[in-house]
């Protein structure tokens, strides 16, 4: 089993930015892609961005390119997003996922594990 626990959220005002954590513990995480998705009160849970073990393929959905950049460090059993020039309409629980494939992530697809989520709200 693995457990992840994600942090960092928490209020900005639109332009300003942000960086979450998601720790992962539990069973060997030797190999696993992993990723952010965020669900905005009313809307589907959405892919944010995802990122192989070796680091070596990295997605973005569109609406977030140029702006979060998502790293990890598997010493730390780590994965990082830190989000830039935010906007009000990236306001949404922030979820952490892990799972073998990084290409199911961005396909949106069932996954292995994810986090409890951790709320970025950001004013206008």
């Known amino acids: 089993q693995v457990q992840l626990v994600e942090s960092g959220g928490g209020l900005v005002q639109a332009g300003g930015s942000l960086r979450l954590s998601c720790a992962a513990s539990?069973?060997?995480?030797?190999?696993?892609?992993m990723g952010w998705f965020r669900q905005a009160p009313g809307k589907e849970r959405e892919f944010v961005a995802g990122?192989?073990?070796?680091?070596?393929?990295?997605y973005y959905a569109d609406s977030v390119k140029g702006r979060f950049t998502i790293s990890r460090d598997n010493a730390k059993n780590t994965v990082y997003l830190q989000m830039n020039s935010l906007k009000p309409e990236d306001t949404a629980v922030y979820y952490c996922?892990?799972?073998?494939?990084?290409?199911?992530?961005?396909?949106?697809?069932?996954?292995?594990?994810w986090g409890q989520g951790t709320q970025v709200t950001v004013s206008s």
């Open positions: 539990g069973r060997a995480f030797s190999g696993y892609a």
């Open positions: 990122i192989s073990w070796s680091s070596g393929t990295i």
């Open positions: 996922a892990a799972d073998p494939t990084v290409l199911k992530m961005r396909l949106n697809r069932r996954l292995d594990y």
